[in-house]
C-alpha cells in the first residue's frame, strides 16, 4: 500500500494543475484572436455585424487584440489574474449575444451544445482570476524573485 502523500506534496501539486488551465484558456483564446483578423468577414467584423452589435469593423479587431494579448498572457502566466478579466468580459458577451438567443428560440439543449466552448472558457477564465497561475507561470517566478530580493 502506498503511504499518504503530505501536506506539503499536495499543496505543491495544487500550485502546478494550474498550468493545464492556463495552456487550454491562453491557446483557445489566442486562436481565436488570430482568426479574427485571418478571417474577419467570417469571425471578426462581419460576424459581430451578422449579431447586432454596433461599430463591428472597430469592435472586431478590439476584441481579436484583446484575445491575443490576453491569450498569450495567459499562457505565459504573466499577469494571469488581470488578464483572465477581460476574457470573463469577452464570454459574458458572447454568451448574452449568441447563446442565450438559442436557448428563447431552441431550447436548453440546444443551447448547451451550442454553448459548451464558451462555459469551458468562461469557467476556465473565472478559475485563473480566483485561483491564480499556479508555479509554473512567470507571475511565481517574479514573485519569488522580488521575495528572495528583499531577504
Known amino acids: ?7 506539503d506534496a499536495v499543496i505543491r ?14 491557446a483557445v483564446f489566442l486562436s481565436e484572436g488570430i482568426q479574427k483578423f485571418l478571417f474577419p468577414a467570417m469571425l ?18 478590439i476584441v481579436g487584440l484583446t484575445e491575443i494579448v490576453c491569450g498569450t498572457l495567459v499562457l505565459l502566466g504573466l499577469f ?3 488578464a483572465a478579466v477581460p476574457l470573463v ?11 442565450v438567443p438559442i436557448l428563447m428560440r431552441d431550447g436548453f439543449w440546444a443551447m448547451a451544445h451550442e454553448a459548451r466552448t464558451d462555459w469551458s ?9 480566483w485561483v491564480g497561475p499556479g508555479m ?7 514573485r519569488t524573485r522580488r521575495a528572495r530580493a528583499g531577504e
Open 1 to 7: 500500500m502506498k503511504p499518504p502523500r503530505s501536506t
Open 13 to 26: 501539486a495544487a500550485l502546478r494543475a494550474p498550468l493545464f488551465v492556463r495552456i487550454m484558456v491562453g
Open 44 to 61: 471578426g467584423a462581419g460576424r459581430f455585424t451578422k449579431i447586432g452589435f454596433p461599430y463591428p469593423d472597430v469592435l472586431g479587431p
Open 80 to 82: 494571469t489574474r488581470v
Open 89 to 99: 468580459t469577452v464570454m459574458l458577451v458572447a454568451i448574452a449575444s449568441t447563446k
Open 121 to 129: 472558457m468562461l469557467l476556465g477564465s473565472l478559475f485563473l482570476v
Open 136 to 142: 509554473w507561470s512567470l507571475d511565481h517566478w517574479r
